[in-house]
């Protein structure tokens, strides 16, 4: 960091007298985002953060992202510690800067991403006095975040910084906000240097899972008849993809993701039976249902996924239930053998015992189990009018953009509504950390801003935000960013002219009454892709649709907004509707 002459030379006066250096609140903050290898911060500048801006005016290690709504901020902060699984840094002013991040933080807190959103706050003098651009940061994001800190002095602020990336890294993922007042942003004090490691009594999760739970799992495991594993985000939140992997292959089980899951195990390889869940397929939620002992790994039970629980307990089945957050475990489903821990360590040891166990799968049983597995498959529950020349399929657009990328290394974000779910269901995911979306929170805008955090990260990497009309409007100001900061990202907009999962919401539990879900005063999104700078593409036929697609591909330093025109009465099917049981599917039109 540059500093001044006159501070130079107070500063080596000092190091002569062996007293520590004297550095501003802000330079010390901008100290520990290079300690800790910050290469993007993503803000917007505003009044309570003018000195921590001009801390970083004075430096050239880290990139400050300028975006066009503090929202953005947050979520392009989300979507580049999604895809690498570093730490996520967005930095906001008080007041309305706080307010905006709000939804940015939610998000990333349902989804347990580890971020660090640095605020800043009134001076100290003014807070609780209703100062211009006050709000109760503290207060507001309690409940949205891991943890939260509100810095008083100065002489705090290094110990502080490092505590709130140690827990927004460890056990169980998660945003820290970390508030700041103007003055003490401003305000020298003797620097001694960032913290090489903190100790916190109150906080230390657990990594090792409890052997004796793991062998009675194992003895569970290996003499089930019709055994499932089920995994979800936690297992790429842990860096666990390898381990599963080799459990799964060395036991032979039929595997299920969820929607945070998918990408922990190959979509192309049979013993994947699909997702689970609200939009699951037929044999990956019959098998949940029909199983005989359940693994469940990094998952959570979720409502989306287990659809009403009293249906789910009418089945006996034994449950492990592996997780690094103890209150996770028995939250939704009761479980018969929990183990806390880190999934990677839990699963590691898992295998070892495995390779030591003279116990193997019964192979005949497992065989029935897969013919009967293989059975619902023949189902094939994801057919769709592939024959129609007349009207683009979104299914189809999915597709044709996986087949055209599965060799690459594409990343793949998307909003949340029925391209999100199309997206999931028809894009098939090989590798983990490829597949960024909202899960818990189901935020729509994300898209764009994931994509642009993902393309800074990912620089050689193909970056698509699978969006549809609604959602991409929320957050389409950050087309002005992604030309300001060169992050050439590709959008799908699947424009169906509808609030696409409403109005499906609507003909299924609404007789049809449609209210407020047609979009009837959209943009032309061709010309408002090319007046932020862009290329805009529109595609109506499906025959155009490959054409278009590999157009886009060519085109590989800019940012391309292709709206293809897709049919607006195209259900997301299997569905399970609210309080069904996962089994209780409807397959399509005909069981309406």
Known sequence: MEISKAEMTSAAAASVAGQAEELRGAEILVKALQAEGVKYVWGYPGGAVLHIYDAFYKQDTIQHILVRHEQAAVHAADGYARATGDVGVALVTSGPGVTNAITGIATAYMDSIPMVIITGQVPTAAIGLDAFQECD???????????????????????????????????????????????????????????????????????????GQIR?????????????????????????????????????????????????????DPKFVGMLGMHGTIEANNAMQNCDVLLAVGARFDDRVIGNPKHFAQNERKIIHIDIDPSSISKRVKVD????????????????????????????????????????RKRDCLKYDRGNGDVIKPQFVIETLWN?????????????????????????FNEPRRWINSGGLGTMGVGIPYAMGIKLAKPESEVYCVTGEGSVQ??????????????????????NRYLGMVRQWQEIEYSGRYSSSYMDALPDFVKLA?????????????QDVEPALREARKLKDRTVFMDFRTDPTENVFPMVKAGMGITEMLLGAEDL
């Open 337 to 376: 053998i929990p183990i806390v821990g880190d999934v990677k360590d839990v699963l590691t040891e898992m295998i070892a015992m495995i390779k030591e166990s003279p116990v193997r799968p019964d192979a005949h049983a497992l065989g029935g189990w897969w013919e009967t597995i293989d059975g619902w």
């Open 216 to 268: 009675k799992a194992l003895q569970l495991l290996l003499t089930a008849k019709r055994p499932y594993i089920y995994t979800g985000g936690g297992v790429l939140l842990g860096n666990a993809t390898a381990e599963l992997r080799t459990l799964v292959d060395m036991l032979g089980y039929p595997v299920t993701n969820t929607l945070m899951g998918l990408g922990a195990y190959p979509a192309t």
């Open 474 to 495: 929320m957050c389409i100001q950050e087309l002005s960013t992604c030309l300001q900061y060169n992050t050439p990202i590709k959008i799908l907009s699947l424009n």
């Open 530 to 542: 090319e007046a932020y700078g862009h290329v805009g593409m529109l595609i109506e036929k499906p």
């Open 137 to 211: 940061t503290v207060g507001i994001t309690r409940p949205i975040v891991k943890h939260n800190f509100l810095v008083k002095d100065a002489k705090d602020l290094a110990e502080t910084m490092k505590k709130a990336f140690h827990i927004a890294r460890s056990g169980r993922p998660g945003p820290v906000v970390v508030d700041i007042p103007k003055d003490v942003s401003f305000k020298k004090v003797p620097y001694a240097g960032y913290p090489d490691s903190v100790v916190m009594r109150s906080y230390n999760p657990v990594r090792k899972g409890h052997a």
């Open 404 to 428: 055209m990328t599965k060799d690459v290394e594409a990343y793949i974000t998307s909003d949340v509504g029925q391209h999100q779910m199309w997206a999931a269901q028809y894009y098939k």
